[in-house]
């Protein structure tokens, strides 16, 4: 699991914008919410992404994978390097939590981020 592609991959989602909070976090968000986040300073630690309601129960048992701190009532898990994820599947579960807090805006404000990603914005969603 590479966490670094994990980054490189959150921000290519249209609409996505990266910033620091709680001074060491690296956020990544869609329209002003938050979809995975990230220690800021060396390499990843590990990611907190929204999981479904659904698999948040399933993702948490697994190894290496734990209700995320401050964030688990939301249904969000935290990912270590431990957990055994194939780089595939730990894409598909940031690539959901993007649709997952996607799906909560607007539809004007969704309509916005995908014209401006398909204008080819660099900022789009900012």
């Known amino acids: 699991?590479?966490?670094?592609?994990?980054?490189?991959?959150?921000?290519?989602?249209p609409g996505c914008t990266e910033d620091c909070?709680?001074?060491h976090d690296t956020v990544f968000s869609v329209?002003?919410?938050m979809f995975a986040v990230t220690n800021r300073d060396g390499?990843?630690?590990?990611?907190s992404l929204k999981a479904d309601d659904a698999r948040?129960?399933?993702?948490?048992d697994r190894p290496g994978i734990v209700p995320a701190p401050y964030l688990a009532r939301?249904?969000?898990?935290?990912?270590t390097p431990e957990a055994q994820l194939e780089d595939a599947e730990f894409a598909a579960l940031l690539r959901r939590s993007?649709?997952?807090?996607?799906?909560?805006l607007?539809?004007?404000?969704?309509?916005?981020?995908l014209d401006r990603h398909a204008a080819g914005s660099p900022t789009a969603g900012a």
């Open 43 to 47: 390499p990843s630690t590990g990611f």
């Open 106 to 113: 607007t539809r004007k404000l969704q309509r916005e981020i």
């Open 21 to 23: 909070k709680w001074d």
């Open 1 to 13: 699991m590479d966490f670094d592609a994990a980054k490189t991959l959150c921000r290519s989602f």
């Open 31 to 33: 329209g002003a919410k």
């Open 56 to 60: 948040f129960l399933e993702l948490s």
């Open 74 to 79: 939301a249904k969000w898990v935290f990912v």
């Open 98 to 104: 993007y649709e997952l807090v996607f799906a909560k």
